[in-house]
């Protein structure tokens, strides 16, 4: 997987759901995310993912992309935007695994930053 297809991914984690996430998420997925949703792993990030509401629109600056054999990870600055409520600023990891039908995110990290 290239650069603009990693990112791509990345993106359509965060703005197209649940679909996304099932194609791209490693089963034993961990994500980390500030309270109240704190440490979520494997089927429970999907499920989630169904009653959240979705970014419209988000933008990843200081981007970094460190790989290694069948491992690629992310590192980016992000900045969400739902229909209503301010934007949601964070830097975020990602961690894509190669496995035999394709690349999966097996970790995500979020710490919310500023505005």
Not at 2 to 13: F, Y
Not at 47 to 68: D, G, L, N, Q, Y
Not at 77 to 82: L, N, S, T
Not at 105 to 115: F, G, K, L, S, Y
Request: glycine share 6%; proline share 5%.
């Amino acid at each position: 997987m290239n650069d603009d297809q990693v990112w791509k991914s990345e993106e359509r984690l965060w703005l197209e759901g649940a679909a996304a996430y099932e194609e791209l998420l490693h089963p034993e997925c961990v994500m980390a995310f500030s309270p109240p949703v704190g440490i979520m792993q494997g089927i429970k990030i999907a499920e989630s993912i169904r009653h959240a509401p979705r970014w419209k629109s988000v933008t990843m600056t200081r981007r970094a992309v460190c790989r290694s054999k069948g491992v690629i990870v992310l590192a980016y600055y992000a900045r969400g935007e739902r229909d209503t409520g301010d934007p949601y600023l964070a830097y975020c990891t990602s961690t894509y695994v190669q496995r035999e039908d394709g690349w999966q995110i097996v970790q995500h990290q979020q710490t919310p930053a500023e505005i």
